[in-house]
């Protein structure tokens, strides 16, 4: 738009708009910082005009028409394109219908010359003229009737209300007289305040919702931030514990390293006294000694380092969305499984840990995102503390190629694995062979406490190859 046509009561803040346009506009074109929003835009004029109070004169014999028509005579003779005019109370101090029919006449001349124009009145035909005619816009200034103070906001596309009857009821004009200027007003006059009032009170709701709008967006900004804040120190506190789990697993690894070192250090020192013809039953004391001390040590070790893993690494809720396939983690076992079907209505996962299918409820499982362990299956150590494991416990145990005396150790450690670990069963692979390591195994588990019972494996299981062992 190049027209603005301002309307409103009297002391609503018009004259004040006014003044405010033409003091920016020539601060700014004066080099001037203005006090506005860092995006505000102002145009460039090659002049500012205007026709502001009033200038009535007795010596001059002027009266206010008079006095503002020869104003805007001369403006009307200066100004052109890119030109600013300002015109208070265009049309006022003659006719109300004459002088709102000469101010329509001069508003629509200054738009032909293409100049921008802002002009404040009271005439409702102005208000009618702008909101019908290309190129012109109304606006009004607020102005709070509970207070009778201007509140210093410009509605652009609102025309104003006079408040002429408001304004009069609140500083003690007798109702009566309110009342019965209203019947003189016509019908369309009535019809018309009542749209303005509409339109004024759709204006406020509007307000009220952007105010509310604007004050969820700057709640939902800063909640943003703080969820961001936060997950930044969780991810921070959790790169902290995990390197110190790392360091952890490292000193560990390094006492390991200390205690398995003495302990070949004791066999050594054993079999070379043993050479030399020491008592064989006090050198064999010594190196029991030496192994149980170690033994303590692992399991320290491992009840420690695998807490550490568990706690660390695991992730704190259960899977969504599992699909056949995947691996997960067994919590109860500290062991890992495949899900051979997706979850079932009543919150079970049918899954396979080693040789074992069984139902486990949603809440046991993990969703694994680490790759498996790379296992060596060729190598086997004859040694007891070689098979102990640090972080998990197996489902299955290999001793083919063990002597009895050699499998029992390390039988005994499976056992004591698995009920810290809550295991309540596991395999045995021992090999068909002859039979004798079979026997020897079965001849121990049937003398242990700790086992509830055990049995020959089944078909698919590895037969008469694997011992199934159930604890108590």
Known sequence: FHTLVITGPNT????????????????????????????????????VYADIGDEQSISQSLSTFSAHMKNIVRILDCCGEHS??????????????????LAMAILECLHQMGASVFATTHYSELKVFASTTPGFINASCEFDTETLRPTYRLLIGVPGKSNAFEISKKLGLDPQITERAKEFLTSEDLRFEDMLRGIEDSRKRIDTDREEAETLRRDSARLREE?????????KQKNELLAKAREDARAVLSRARIASDKLLSELRRTASELEKGKNPASALREAETAAREFRNFCD????????????NLTDSSPPENLREGETVRILS??????????????????VQAGIMKLYVPL???????????????????????????????????DVRGMTVDEAIPVIERQIHDAILAKQNQFSIIHGKGTGALR??????????????????????????????????
């Open 84 to 101: 600013l005019v300002l015109l208070d109370e265009l049309g006022a101090g003659t006719d109300p219908t004459e002088g709102a029919a």
């Open 300 to 311: 320290e070790t491992d009840d420690a380092l695998g807490s550490a893993f568990r706690d």
């Open 333 to 350: 076992l500290n062991g890992k499984g495949t899900v051979l079907k997706a979850p079932s209505k009543d919150g079970t996962v049918y």
């Open 227 to 235: 969820i961001a804040k936060e997950k930044e120190a969780f991810l």
């Open 363 to 397: 809440g046991d499982l993990r969703r694994e995102t680490e790759p498996a362990a790379q296992r060596a299956s060729g190598n086997r150590e004859k040694s007891g503390a070689a098979q102990m494991k640090a972080l998990s416990i197996k489902t299955e145990l």
């Open 12 to 47: 609503g803040g018009k004259t004040v708009a006014l003044k405010t346009v033409g003091l920016f506009t020539l601060m700014m074109q004066s080099g001037l910082l203005i006090p506005a929003e860092e995006k505000s835009e102002l145009s460039i004029y090659n002049g």
């Open 439 to 472: 026997a020897g195994i079965q001849g121990y588990l049937k003398t242990c406490k700790a086992v509830a019972s055990y049995r020959l494996g089944s078909f698919g299981e590895g037969d008469t190859g694997v011992t199934i062992v159930t604890l108590k």
